[in-house]
């Protein structure tokens, strides 16, 4: 009975913040994009992927969220864009200050696209608002197909689900058709991509995705600036 209002006010300051943290993605004209999965499912794959396909005169960041270890940010580091590693020593999500403070020194004017990596964990990041413009889940075929069914909180609250690692598609029972109608159930209309970050297998399509989403975001930008 005591937690809920504590719990209920941590979220509150998690929100204010990161209301904050929205204005001035907007008032730099940056697109903040999320990325929710499980531990191992392929975020941090994914962002080497789409670090590897984007020019380097792109202004992109990238942050990413691990309890330990510097590994995800070392990876991405070798693409030669702006990579910061947050270390939240035990908590299993990232929130809005650890993002804030974590940006205090970058010049927000010189950047375009921020890509946030959450810390593995399909639950406590659908409850913490970072200010971005949205999130984005990965789901592995590895996982099973029921985990929209499951953990609904973030399938309903990401604009896009990533089906990842579909090379291993014939050696596991995970129906392809059943993940999508699980997501499609509790998020309508959700965006589904397929990729295969391994062998790169529809990386093309979830660039196309992202091109699309930093064109219409651009757009609101001007059209909310004249
Ligand atoms: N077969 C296969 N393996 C993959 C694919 N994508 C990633 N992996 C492997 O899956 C493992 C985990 O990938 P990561 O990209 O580190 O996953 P992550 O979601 O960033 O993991 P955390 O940051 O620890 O939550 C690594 O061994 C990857 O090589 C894929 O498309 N196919
Ligand atoms: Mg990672």
Same mark, same amino acid.
């Given at each position: 009975?005591?937690?809920?209002?504590?719990?209920?006010?941590?979220?509150? %300051?998690?929100?204010?913040?990161?209301? @904050?943290?929205? &204005?001035?993605?907007?008032?730099?004209?940056?697109? $903040?994009?999320?990325?929710?999965?499980?531990? #191992?499912? #392929? *975020?941090?794959?994914?962002? %080497?992927?789409?670090?590897?396909?984007?020019?380097?005169?792109?202004?992109? @960041?990238?942050?990413?969220?691990?309890?330990?270890? %510097?590994?995800? @940010?070392?990876?991405?580091?070798?693409?030669?864009?702006?990579?910061?590693?947050?270390t939240t020593g035990g908590?299993?999500?990232?929130? &809005?200050?650890?993002? %804030?403070?974590?940006?205090?020194?970058?010049?927000?004017?010189?950047?375009?696209?921020?890509?946030?990596?959450?810390?593995?964990?399909?639950? $406590?990041?659908?409850?913490?608002?970072? #200010?971005?413009?949205? *999130?984005?889940?990965?789901?592995?075929?590895?996982?099973?197909?029921? *985990? +929209?069914?499951?953990? +609904?909180?973030?399938?309903?609250?990401?604009?896009?689900?990533?089906?990842?690692?579909?090379?291993?598609?014939?050696?596991?029972?995970?129906?392809?058709? &059943? @993940?999508?109608?699980?997501?499609?159930?509790?998020? +309508? #209309?959700?965006?589904?991509?397929?990729?295969? $970050?391994?062998?790169?297998?529809?990386?093309?399509?979830?660039?196309?995705?992202?091109?699309?989403?930093?064109?219409?975001?651009?757009?609101?930008?001007?059209?909310?600036?004249?």
């Amino acid at each position: 009975m005591e937690r809920v209002p504590l719990e209920r006010k941590v979220l509150s %300051e998690n929100d204010r913040i990161a209301s @904050a943290l929205r &204005a001035r993605f907007q008032e730099h004209g940056i697109l $903040c994009l999320n990325l929710v999965s499980s531990p #191992g499912s #392929g *975020k941090t794959s994914l962002l %080497e992927r789409t670090l590897e396909g984007l020019p380097h005169s792109d202004r992109v @960041a990238v942050l990413t969220g691990d309890i330990q270890t %510097e590994n995800d @940010a070392d990876r991405l580091k070798r693409f030669r864009f702006p990579v910061r590693q947050i270390t939240t020593g035990g908590t299993c999500h990232l929130d &809005a200050r650890m993002v %804030e403070r974590h940006l205090a020194d970058w010049k927000l004017k010189e950047l375009d696209l921020l890509l946030i990596e959450n810390v593995g964990n399909l639950v $406590c990041p659908a409850s913490y608002d970072l #200010g971005e413009a949205a *999130k984005i889940v990965v789901l592995s075929v590895t996982e099973g197909e029921d *985990k +929209p069914l499951k953990y +609904p909180s973030i399938f309903l609250k990401s604009d896009l689900l990533v089906l990842n690692k579909m090379d291993l598609l014939p050696y596991v029972p995970f129906d392809i058709n &059943a @993940a999508t109608d699980n997501a499609h159930k509790v998020h +309508p #209309g959700m965006d589904i991509v397929k990729v295969s $970050c391994l062998t790169g297998k529809g990386v093309h399509e979830w660039m196309m995705w992202l091109g699309q989403r930093r064109r219409s975001h651009k757009t609101l930008m001007h059209e909310t600036v004249s």
